[in-house]
C-alpha cells in the first residue's frame, strides 16, 4: 500500500515569464485547479524577480490557500552581506515563499555548484523555516556507465548533510535525471521508481523518516506520462520545467498528481 506522504507538483520556470505573463498565467491556471486532490499541493516557482506578483496573484484567491503556493529558484549560502546579485532564504521567506530549489543540475553545471555548496544553501533554506527542493540525478554518461544509483546516493548523503535532526519536514528530494531535462526524453516509470526507492534506503541509513520525506521526479514531465509516473509507489509529484509554462499542461499535471 502507498504511504501517505504530502503530494506536491512545483512549477520551475527558469528564467521565463514577464509581468504580463504572470498576469494572465497565474489566474488562468488557478481557474483550472479548482477540482485538485485535496492532498495535492501545487508550487510556483518563478524568477525570484516575479515572486511578489505571483504571491499577489494567488493571494487574490484566497479560497485554494494553501495549496496553491510559491517558491524560489535559488538562494544565497550566505545569510546576508556584500554578494551583489544574490538572495538570501530570509528574503524569500519574507516574500512568503515556502518551498527553495537547491542544487539544481543547471546550477551544479552551469554556476559549478558542488554538493558543498548545495548543502550549505539547505541549512540556510531550513534555517529559515522555508522548504528545500533538493535536486540530485546523474548524467546520460553515468547512467550508461551504471553508476546512476551510486551518484545519486552520493549526492543525496552529501547535500543532507547539514540538515538538523528535527529538519526533516523541511525536505523535500527531486530526482532529475540530467539526461531528461528540457530533452523530452523521461526516464521509464520502472526506471525513475527503481531511484526513487534507492533514495529511501539512502535516507534510511542516514536515520532520516525516509517514508514521510516528499521524493518528486522531475524530467520532461508532460500531461501525458504524468499519471503513469505519479502513480509509482515511491514517486510523490513532480518538478516541473517547460510544460509549467502552459496552464492547460501544468494543471493537467497537477490534477494527474
Ligand atoms: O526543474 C525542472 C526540471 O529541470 C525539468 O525540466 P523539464 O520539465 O523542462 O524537463
Same mark, same amino acid.
Given at each position: 500500500m502507498r504511504q501517505h506522504r504530502q503530494r506536491i507538483v512545483a512549477g520551475n520556470w527558469k528564467m521565463h515569464g514577464s509581468r504580463s505573463f504572470v498576469s494572465?498565467?497565474?489566474?488562468?491556471?488557478?481557474?483550472?485547479?479548482?477540482?485538485?486532490?485535496?492532498?495535492?499541493?501545487?508550487?510556483l516557482i518563478p524568477p525570484s524577480i516575479y515572486i511578489g506578483e505571483v504571491r499577489a496573484q494567488?493571494?487574490?484567491?484566497?479560497?485554494?490557500?494553501?495549496?496553491?503556493?510559491?517558491? &524560489?529558484?535559488? =538562494?544565497? !549560502?550566505?545569510?546576508e552581506g556584500a554578494f551583489t546579485g544574490?538572495?538570501?532564504?530570509?528574503?524569500?521567506?519574507?516574500?512568503?515563499?515556502?518551498y527553495c530549489i537547491v542544487g539544481h543540475s543547471e546550477r551544479r553545471h552551469l554556476f559549478a555548484e558542488t554538493d558543498e555548496v548545495v548543502a550549505a544553501k539547505v541549512e540556510q533554506i531550513v534555517a529559515h523555516g522555508l522548504t528545500a527542493i533538493v535536486c540530485v540525478g546523474e548524467t546520460l554518461s553515468q547512467r550508461q556507465a551504471g553508476q546512476a544509483e551510486q551518484v545519486? &546516493?552520493?549526492? =543525496?548523503? !552529501?547535500?543532507?548533510a547539514k540538515v538538523p535532526g528535527n529538519s526533516w519536514d523541511k525536505i523535500v528530494l527531486a530526482y532529475e535525471p540530467v539526461w531528461a531535462i528540457g530533452t523530452g526524453k523521461t526516464a521509464s516509470a520502472g526506471d525513475a521508481q527503481a531511484i526513487h526507492a534507492s533514495i529511501r534506503k539512502v535516507l534510511e541509513n542516514m536515520q532520516a523518516p525516509a517514508q514521510t520525506i516528499p521524493l518528486l521526479y522531475g524530467g520532461s514531465v508532460k500531461p501525458d506520462n504524468a499519471e503513469e509516473l505519479f502513480a509509482q509507489p515511491d514517486i510523490d509529484g513532480g518538478l516541473v520545467g517547460g510544460a509549467s509554462l502552459d496552464a492547460e499542461s501544468f494543471s493537467a499535471i497537477c490534477r494527474a498528481c
Open positions: 494572465e498565467y497565474v489566474p488562468a491556471l488557478l481557474g483550472k485547479l479548482d477540482t485538485l486532490d485535496a492532498d495535492t499541493r501545487v508550487v494567488v493571494q487574490n484567491r484566497a479560497t485554494q490557500q494553501p495549496r496553491i503556493t510559491w517558491g &524560489a529558484q535559488n =538562494v544565497s !549560502a550566505e545569510a544574490e538572495i538570501a532564504a530570509e528574503m524569500a521567506r519574507d516574500q512568503g515563499c515556502d545519486v &546516493a552520493r549526492q =543525496v548523503e !552529501a547535500c543532507l
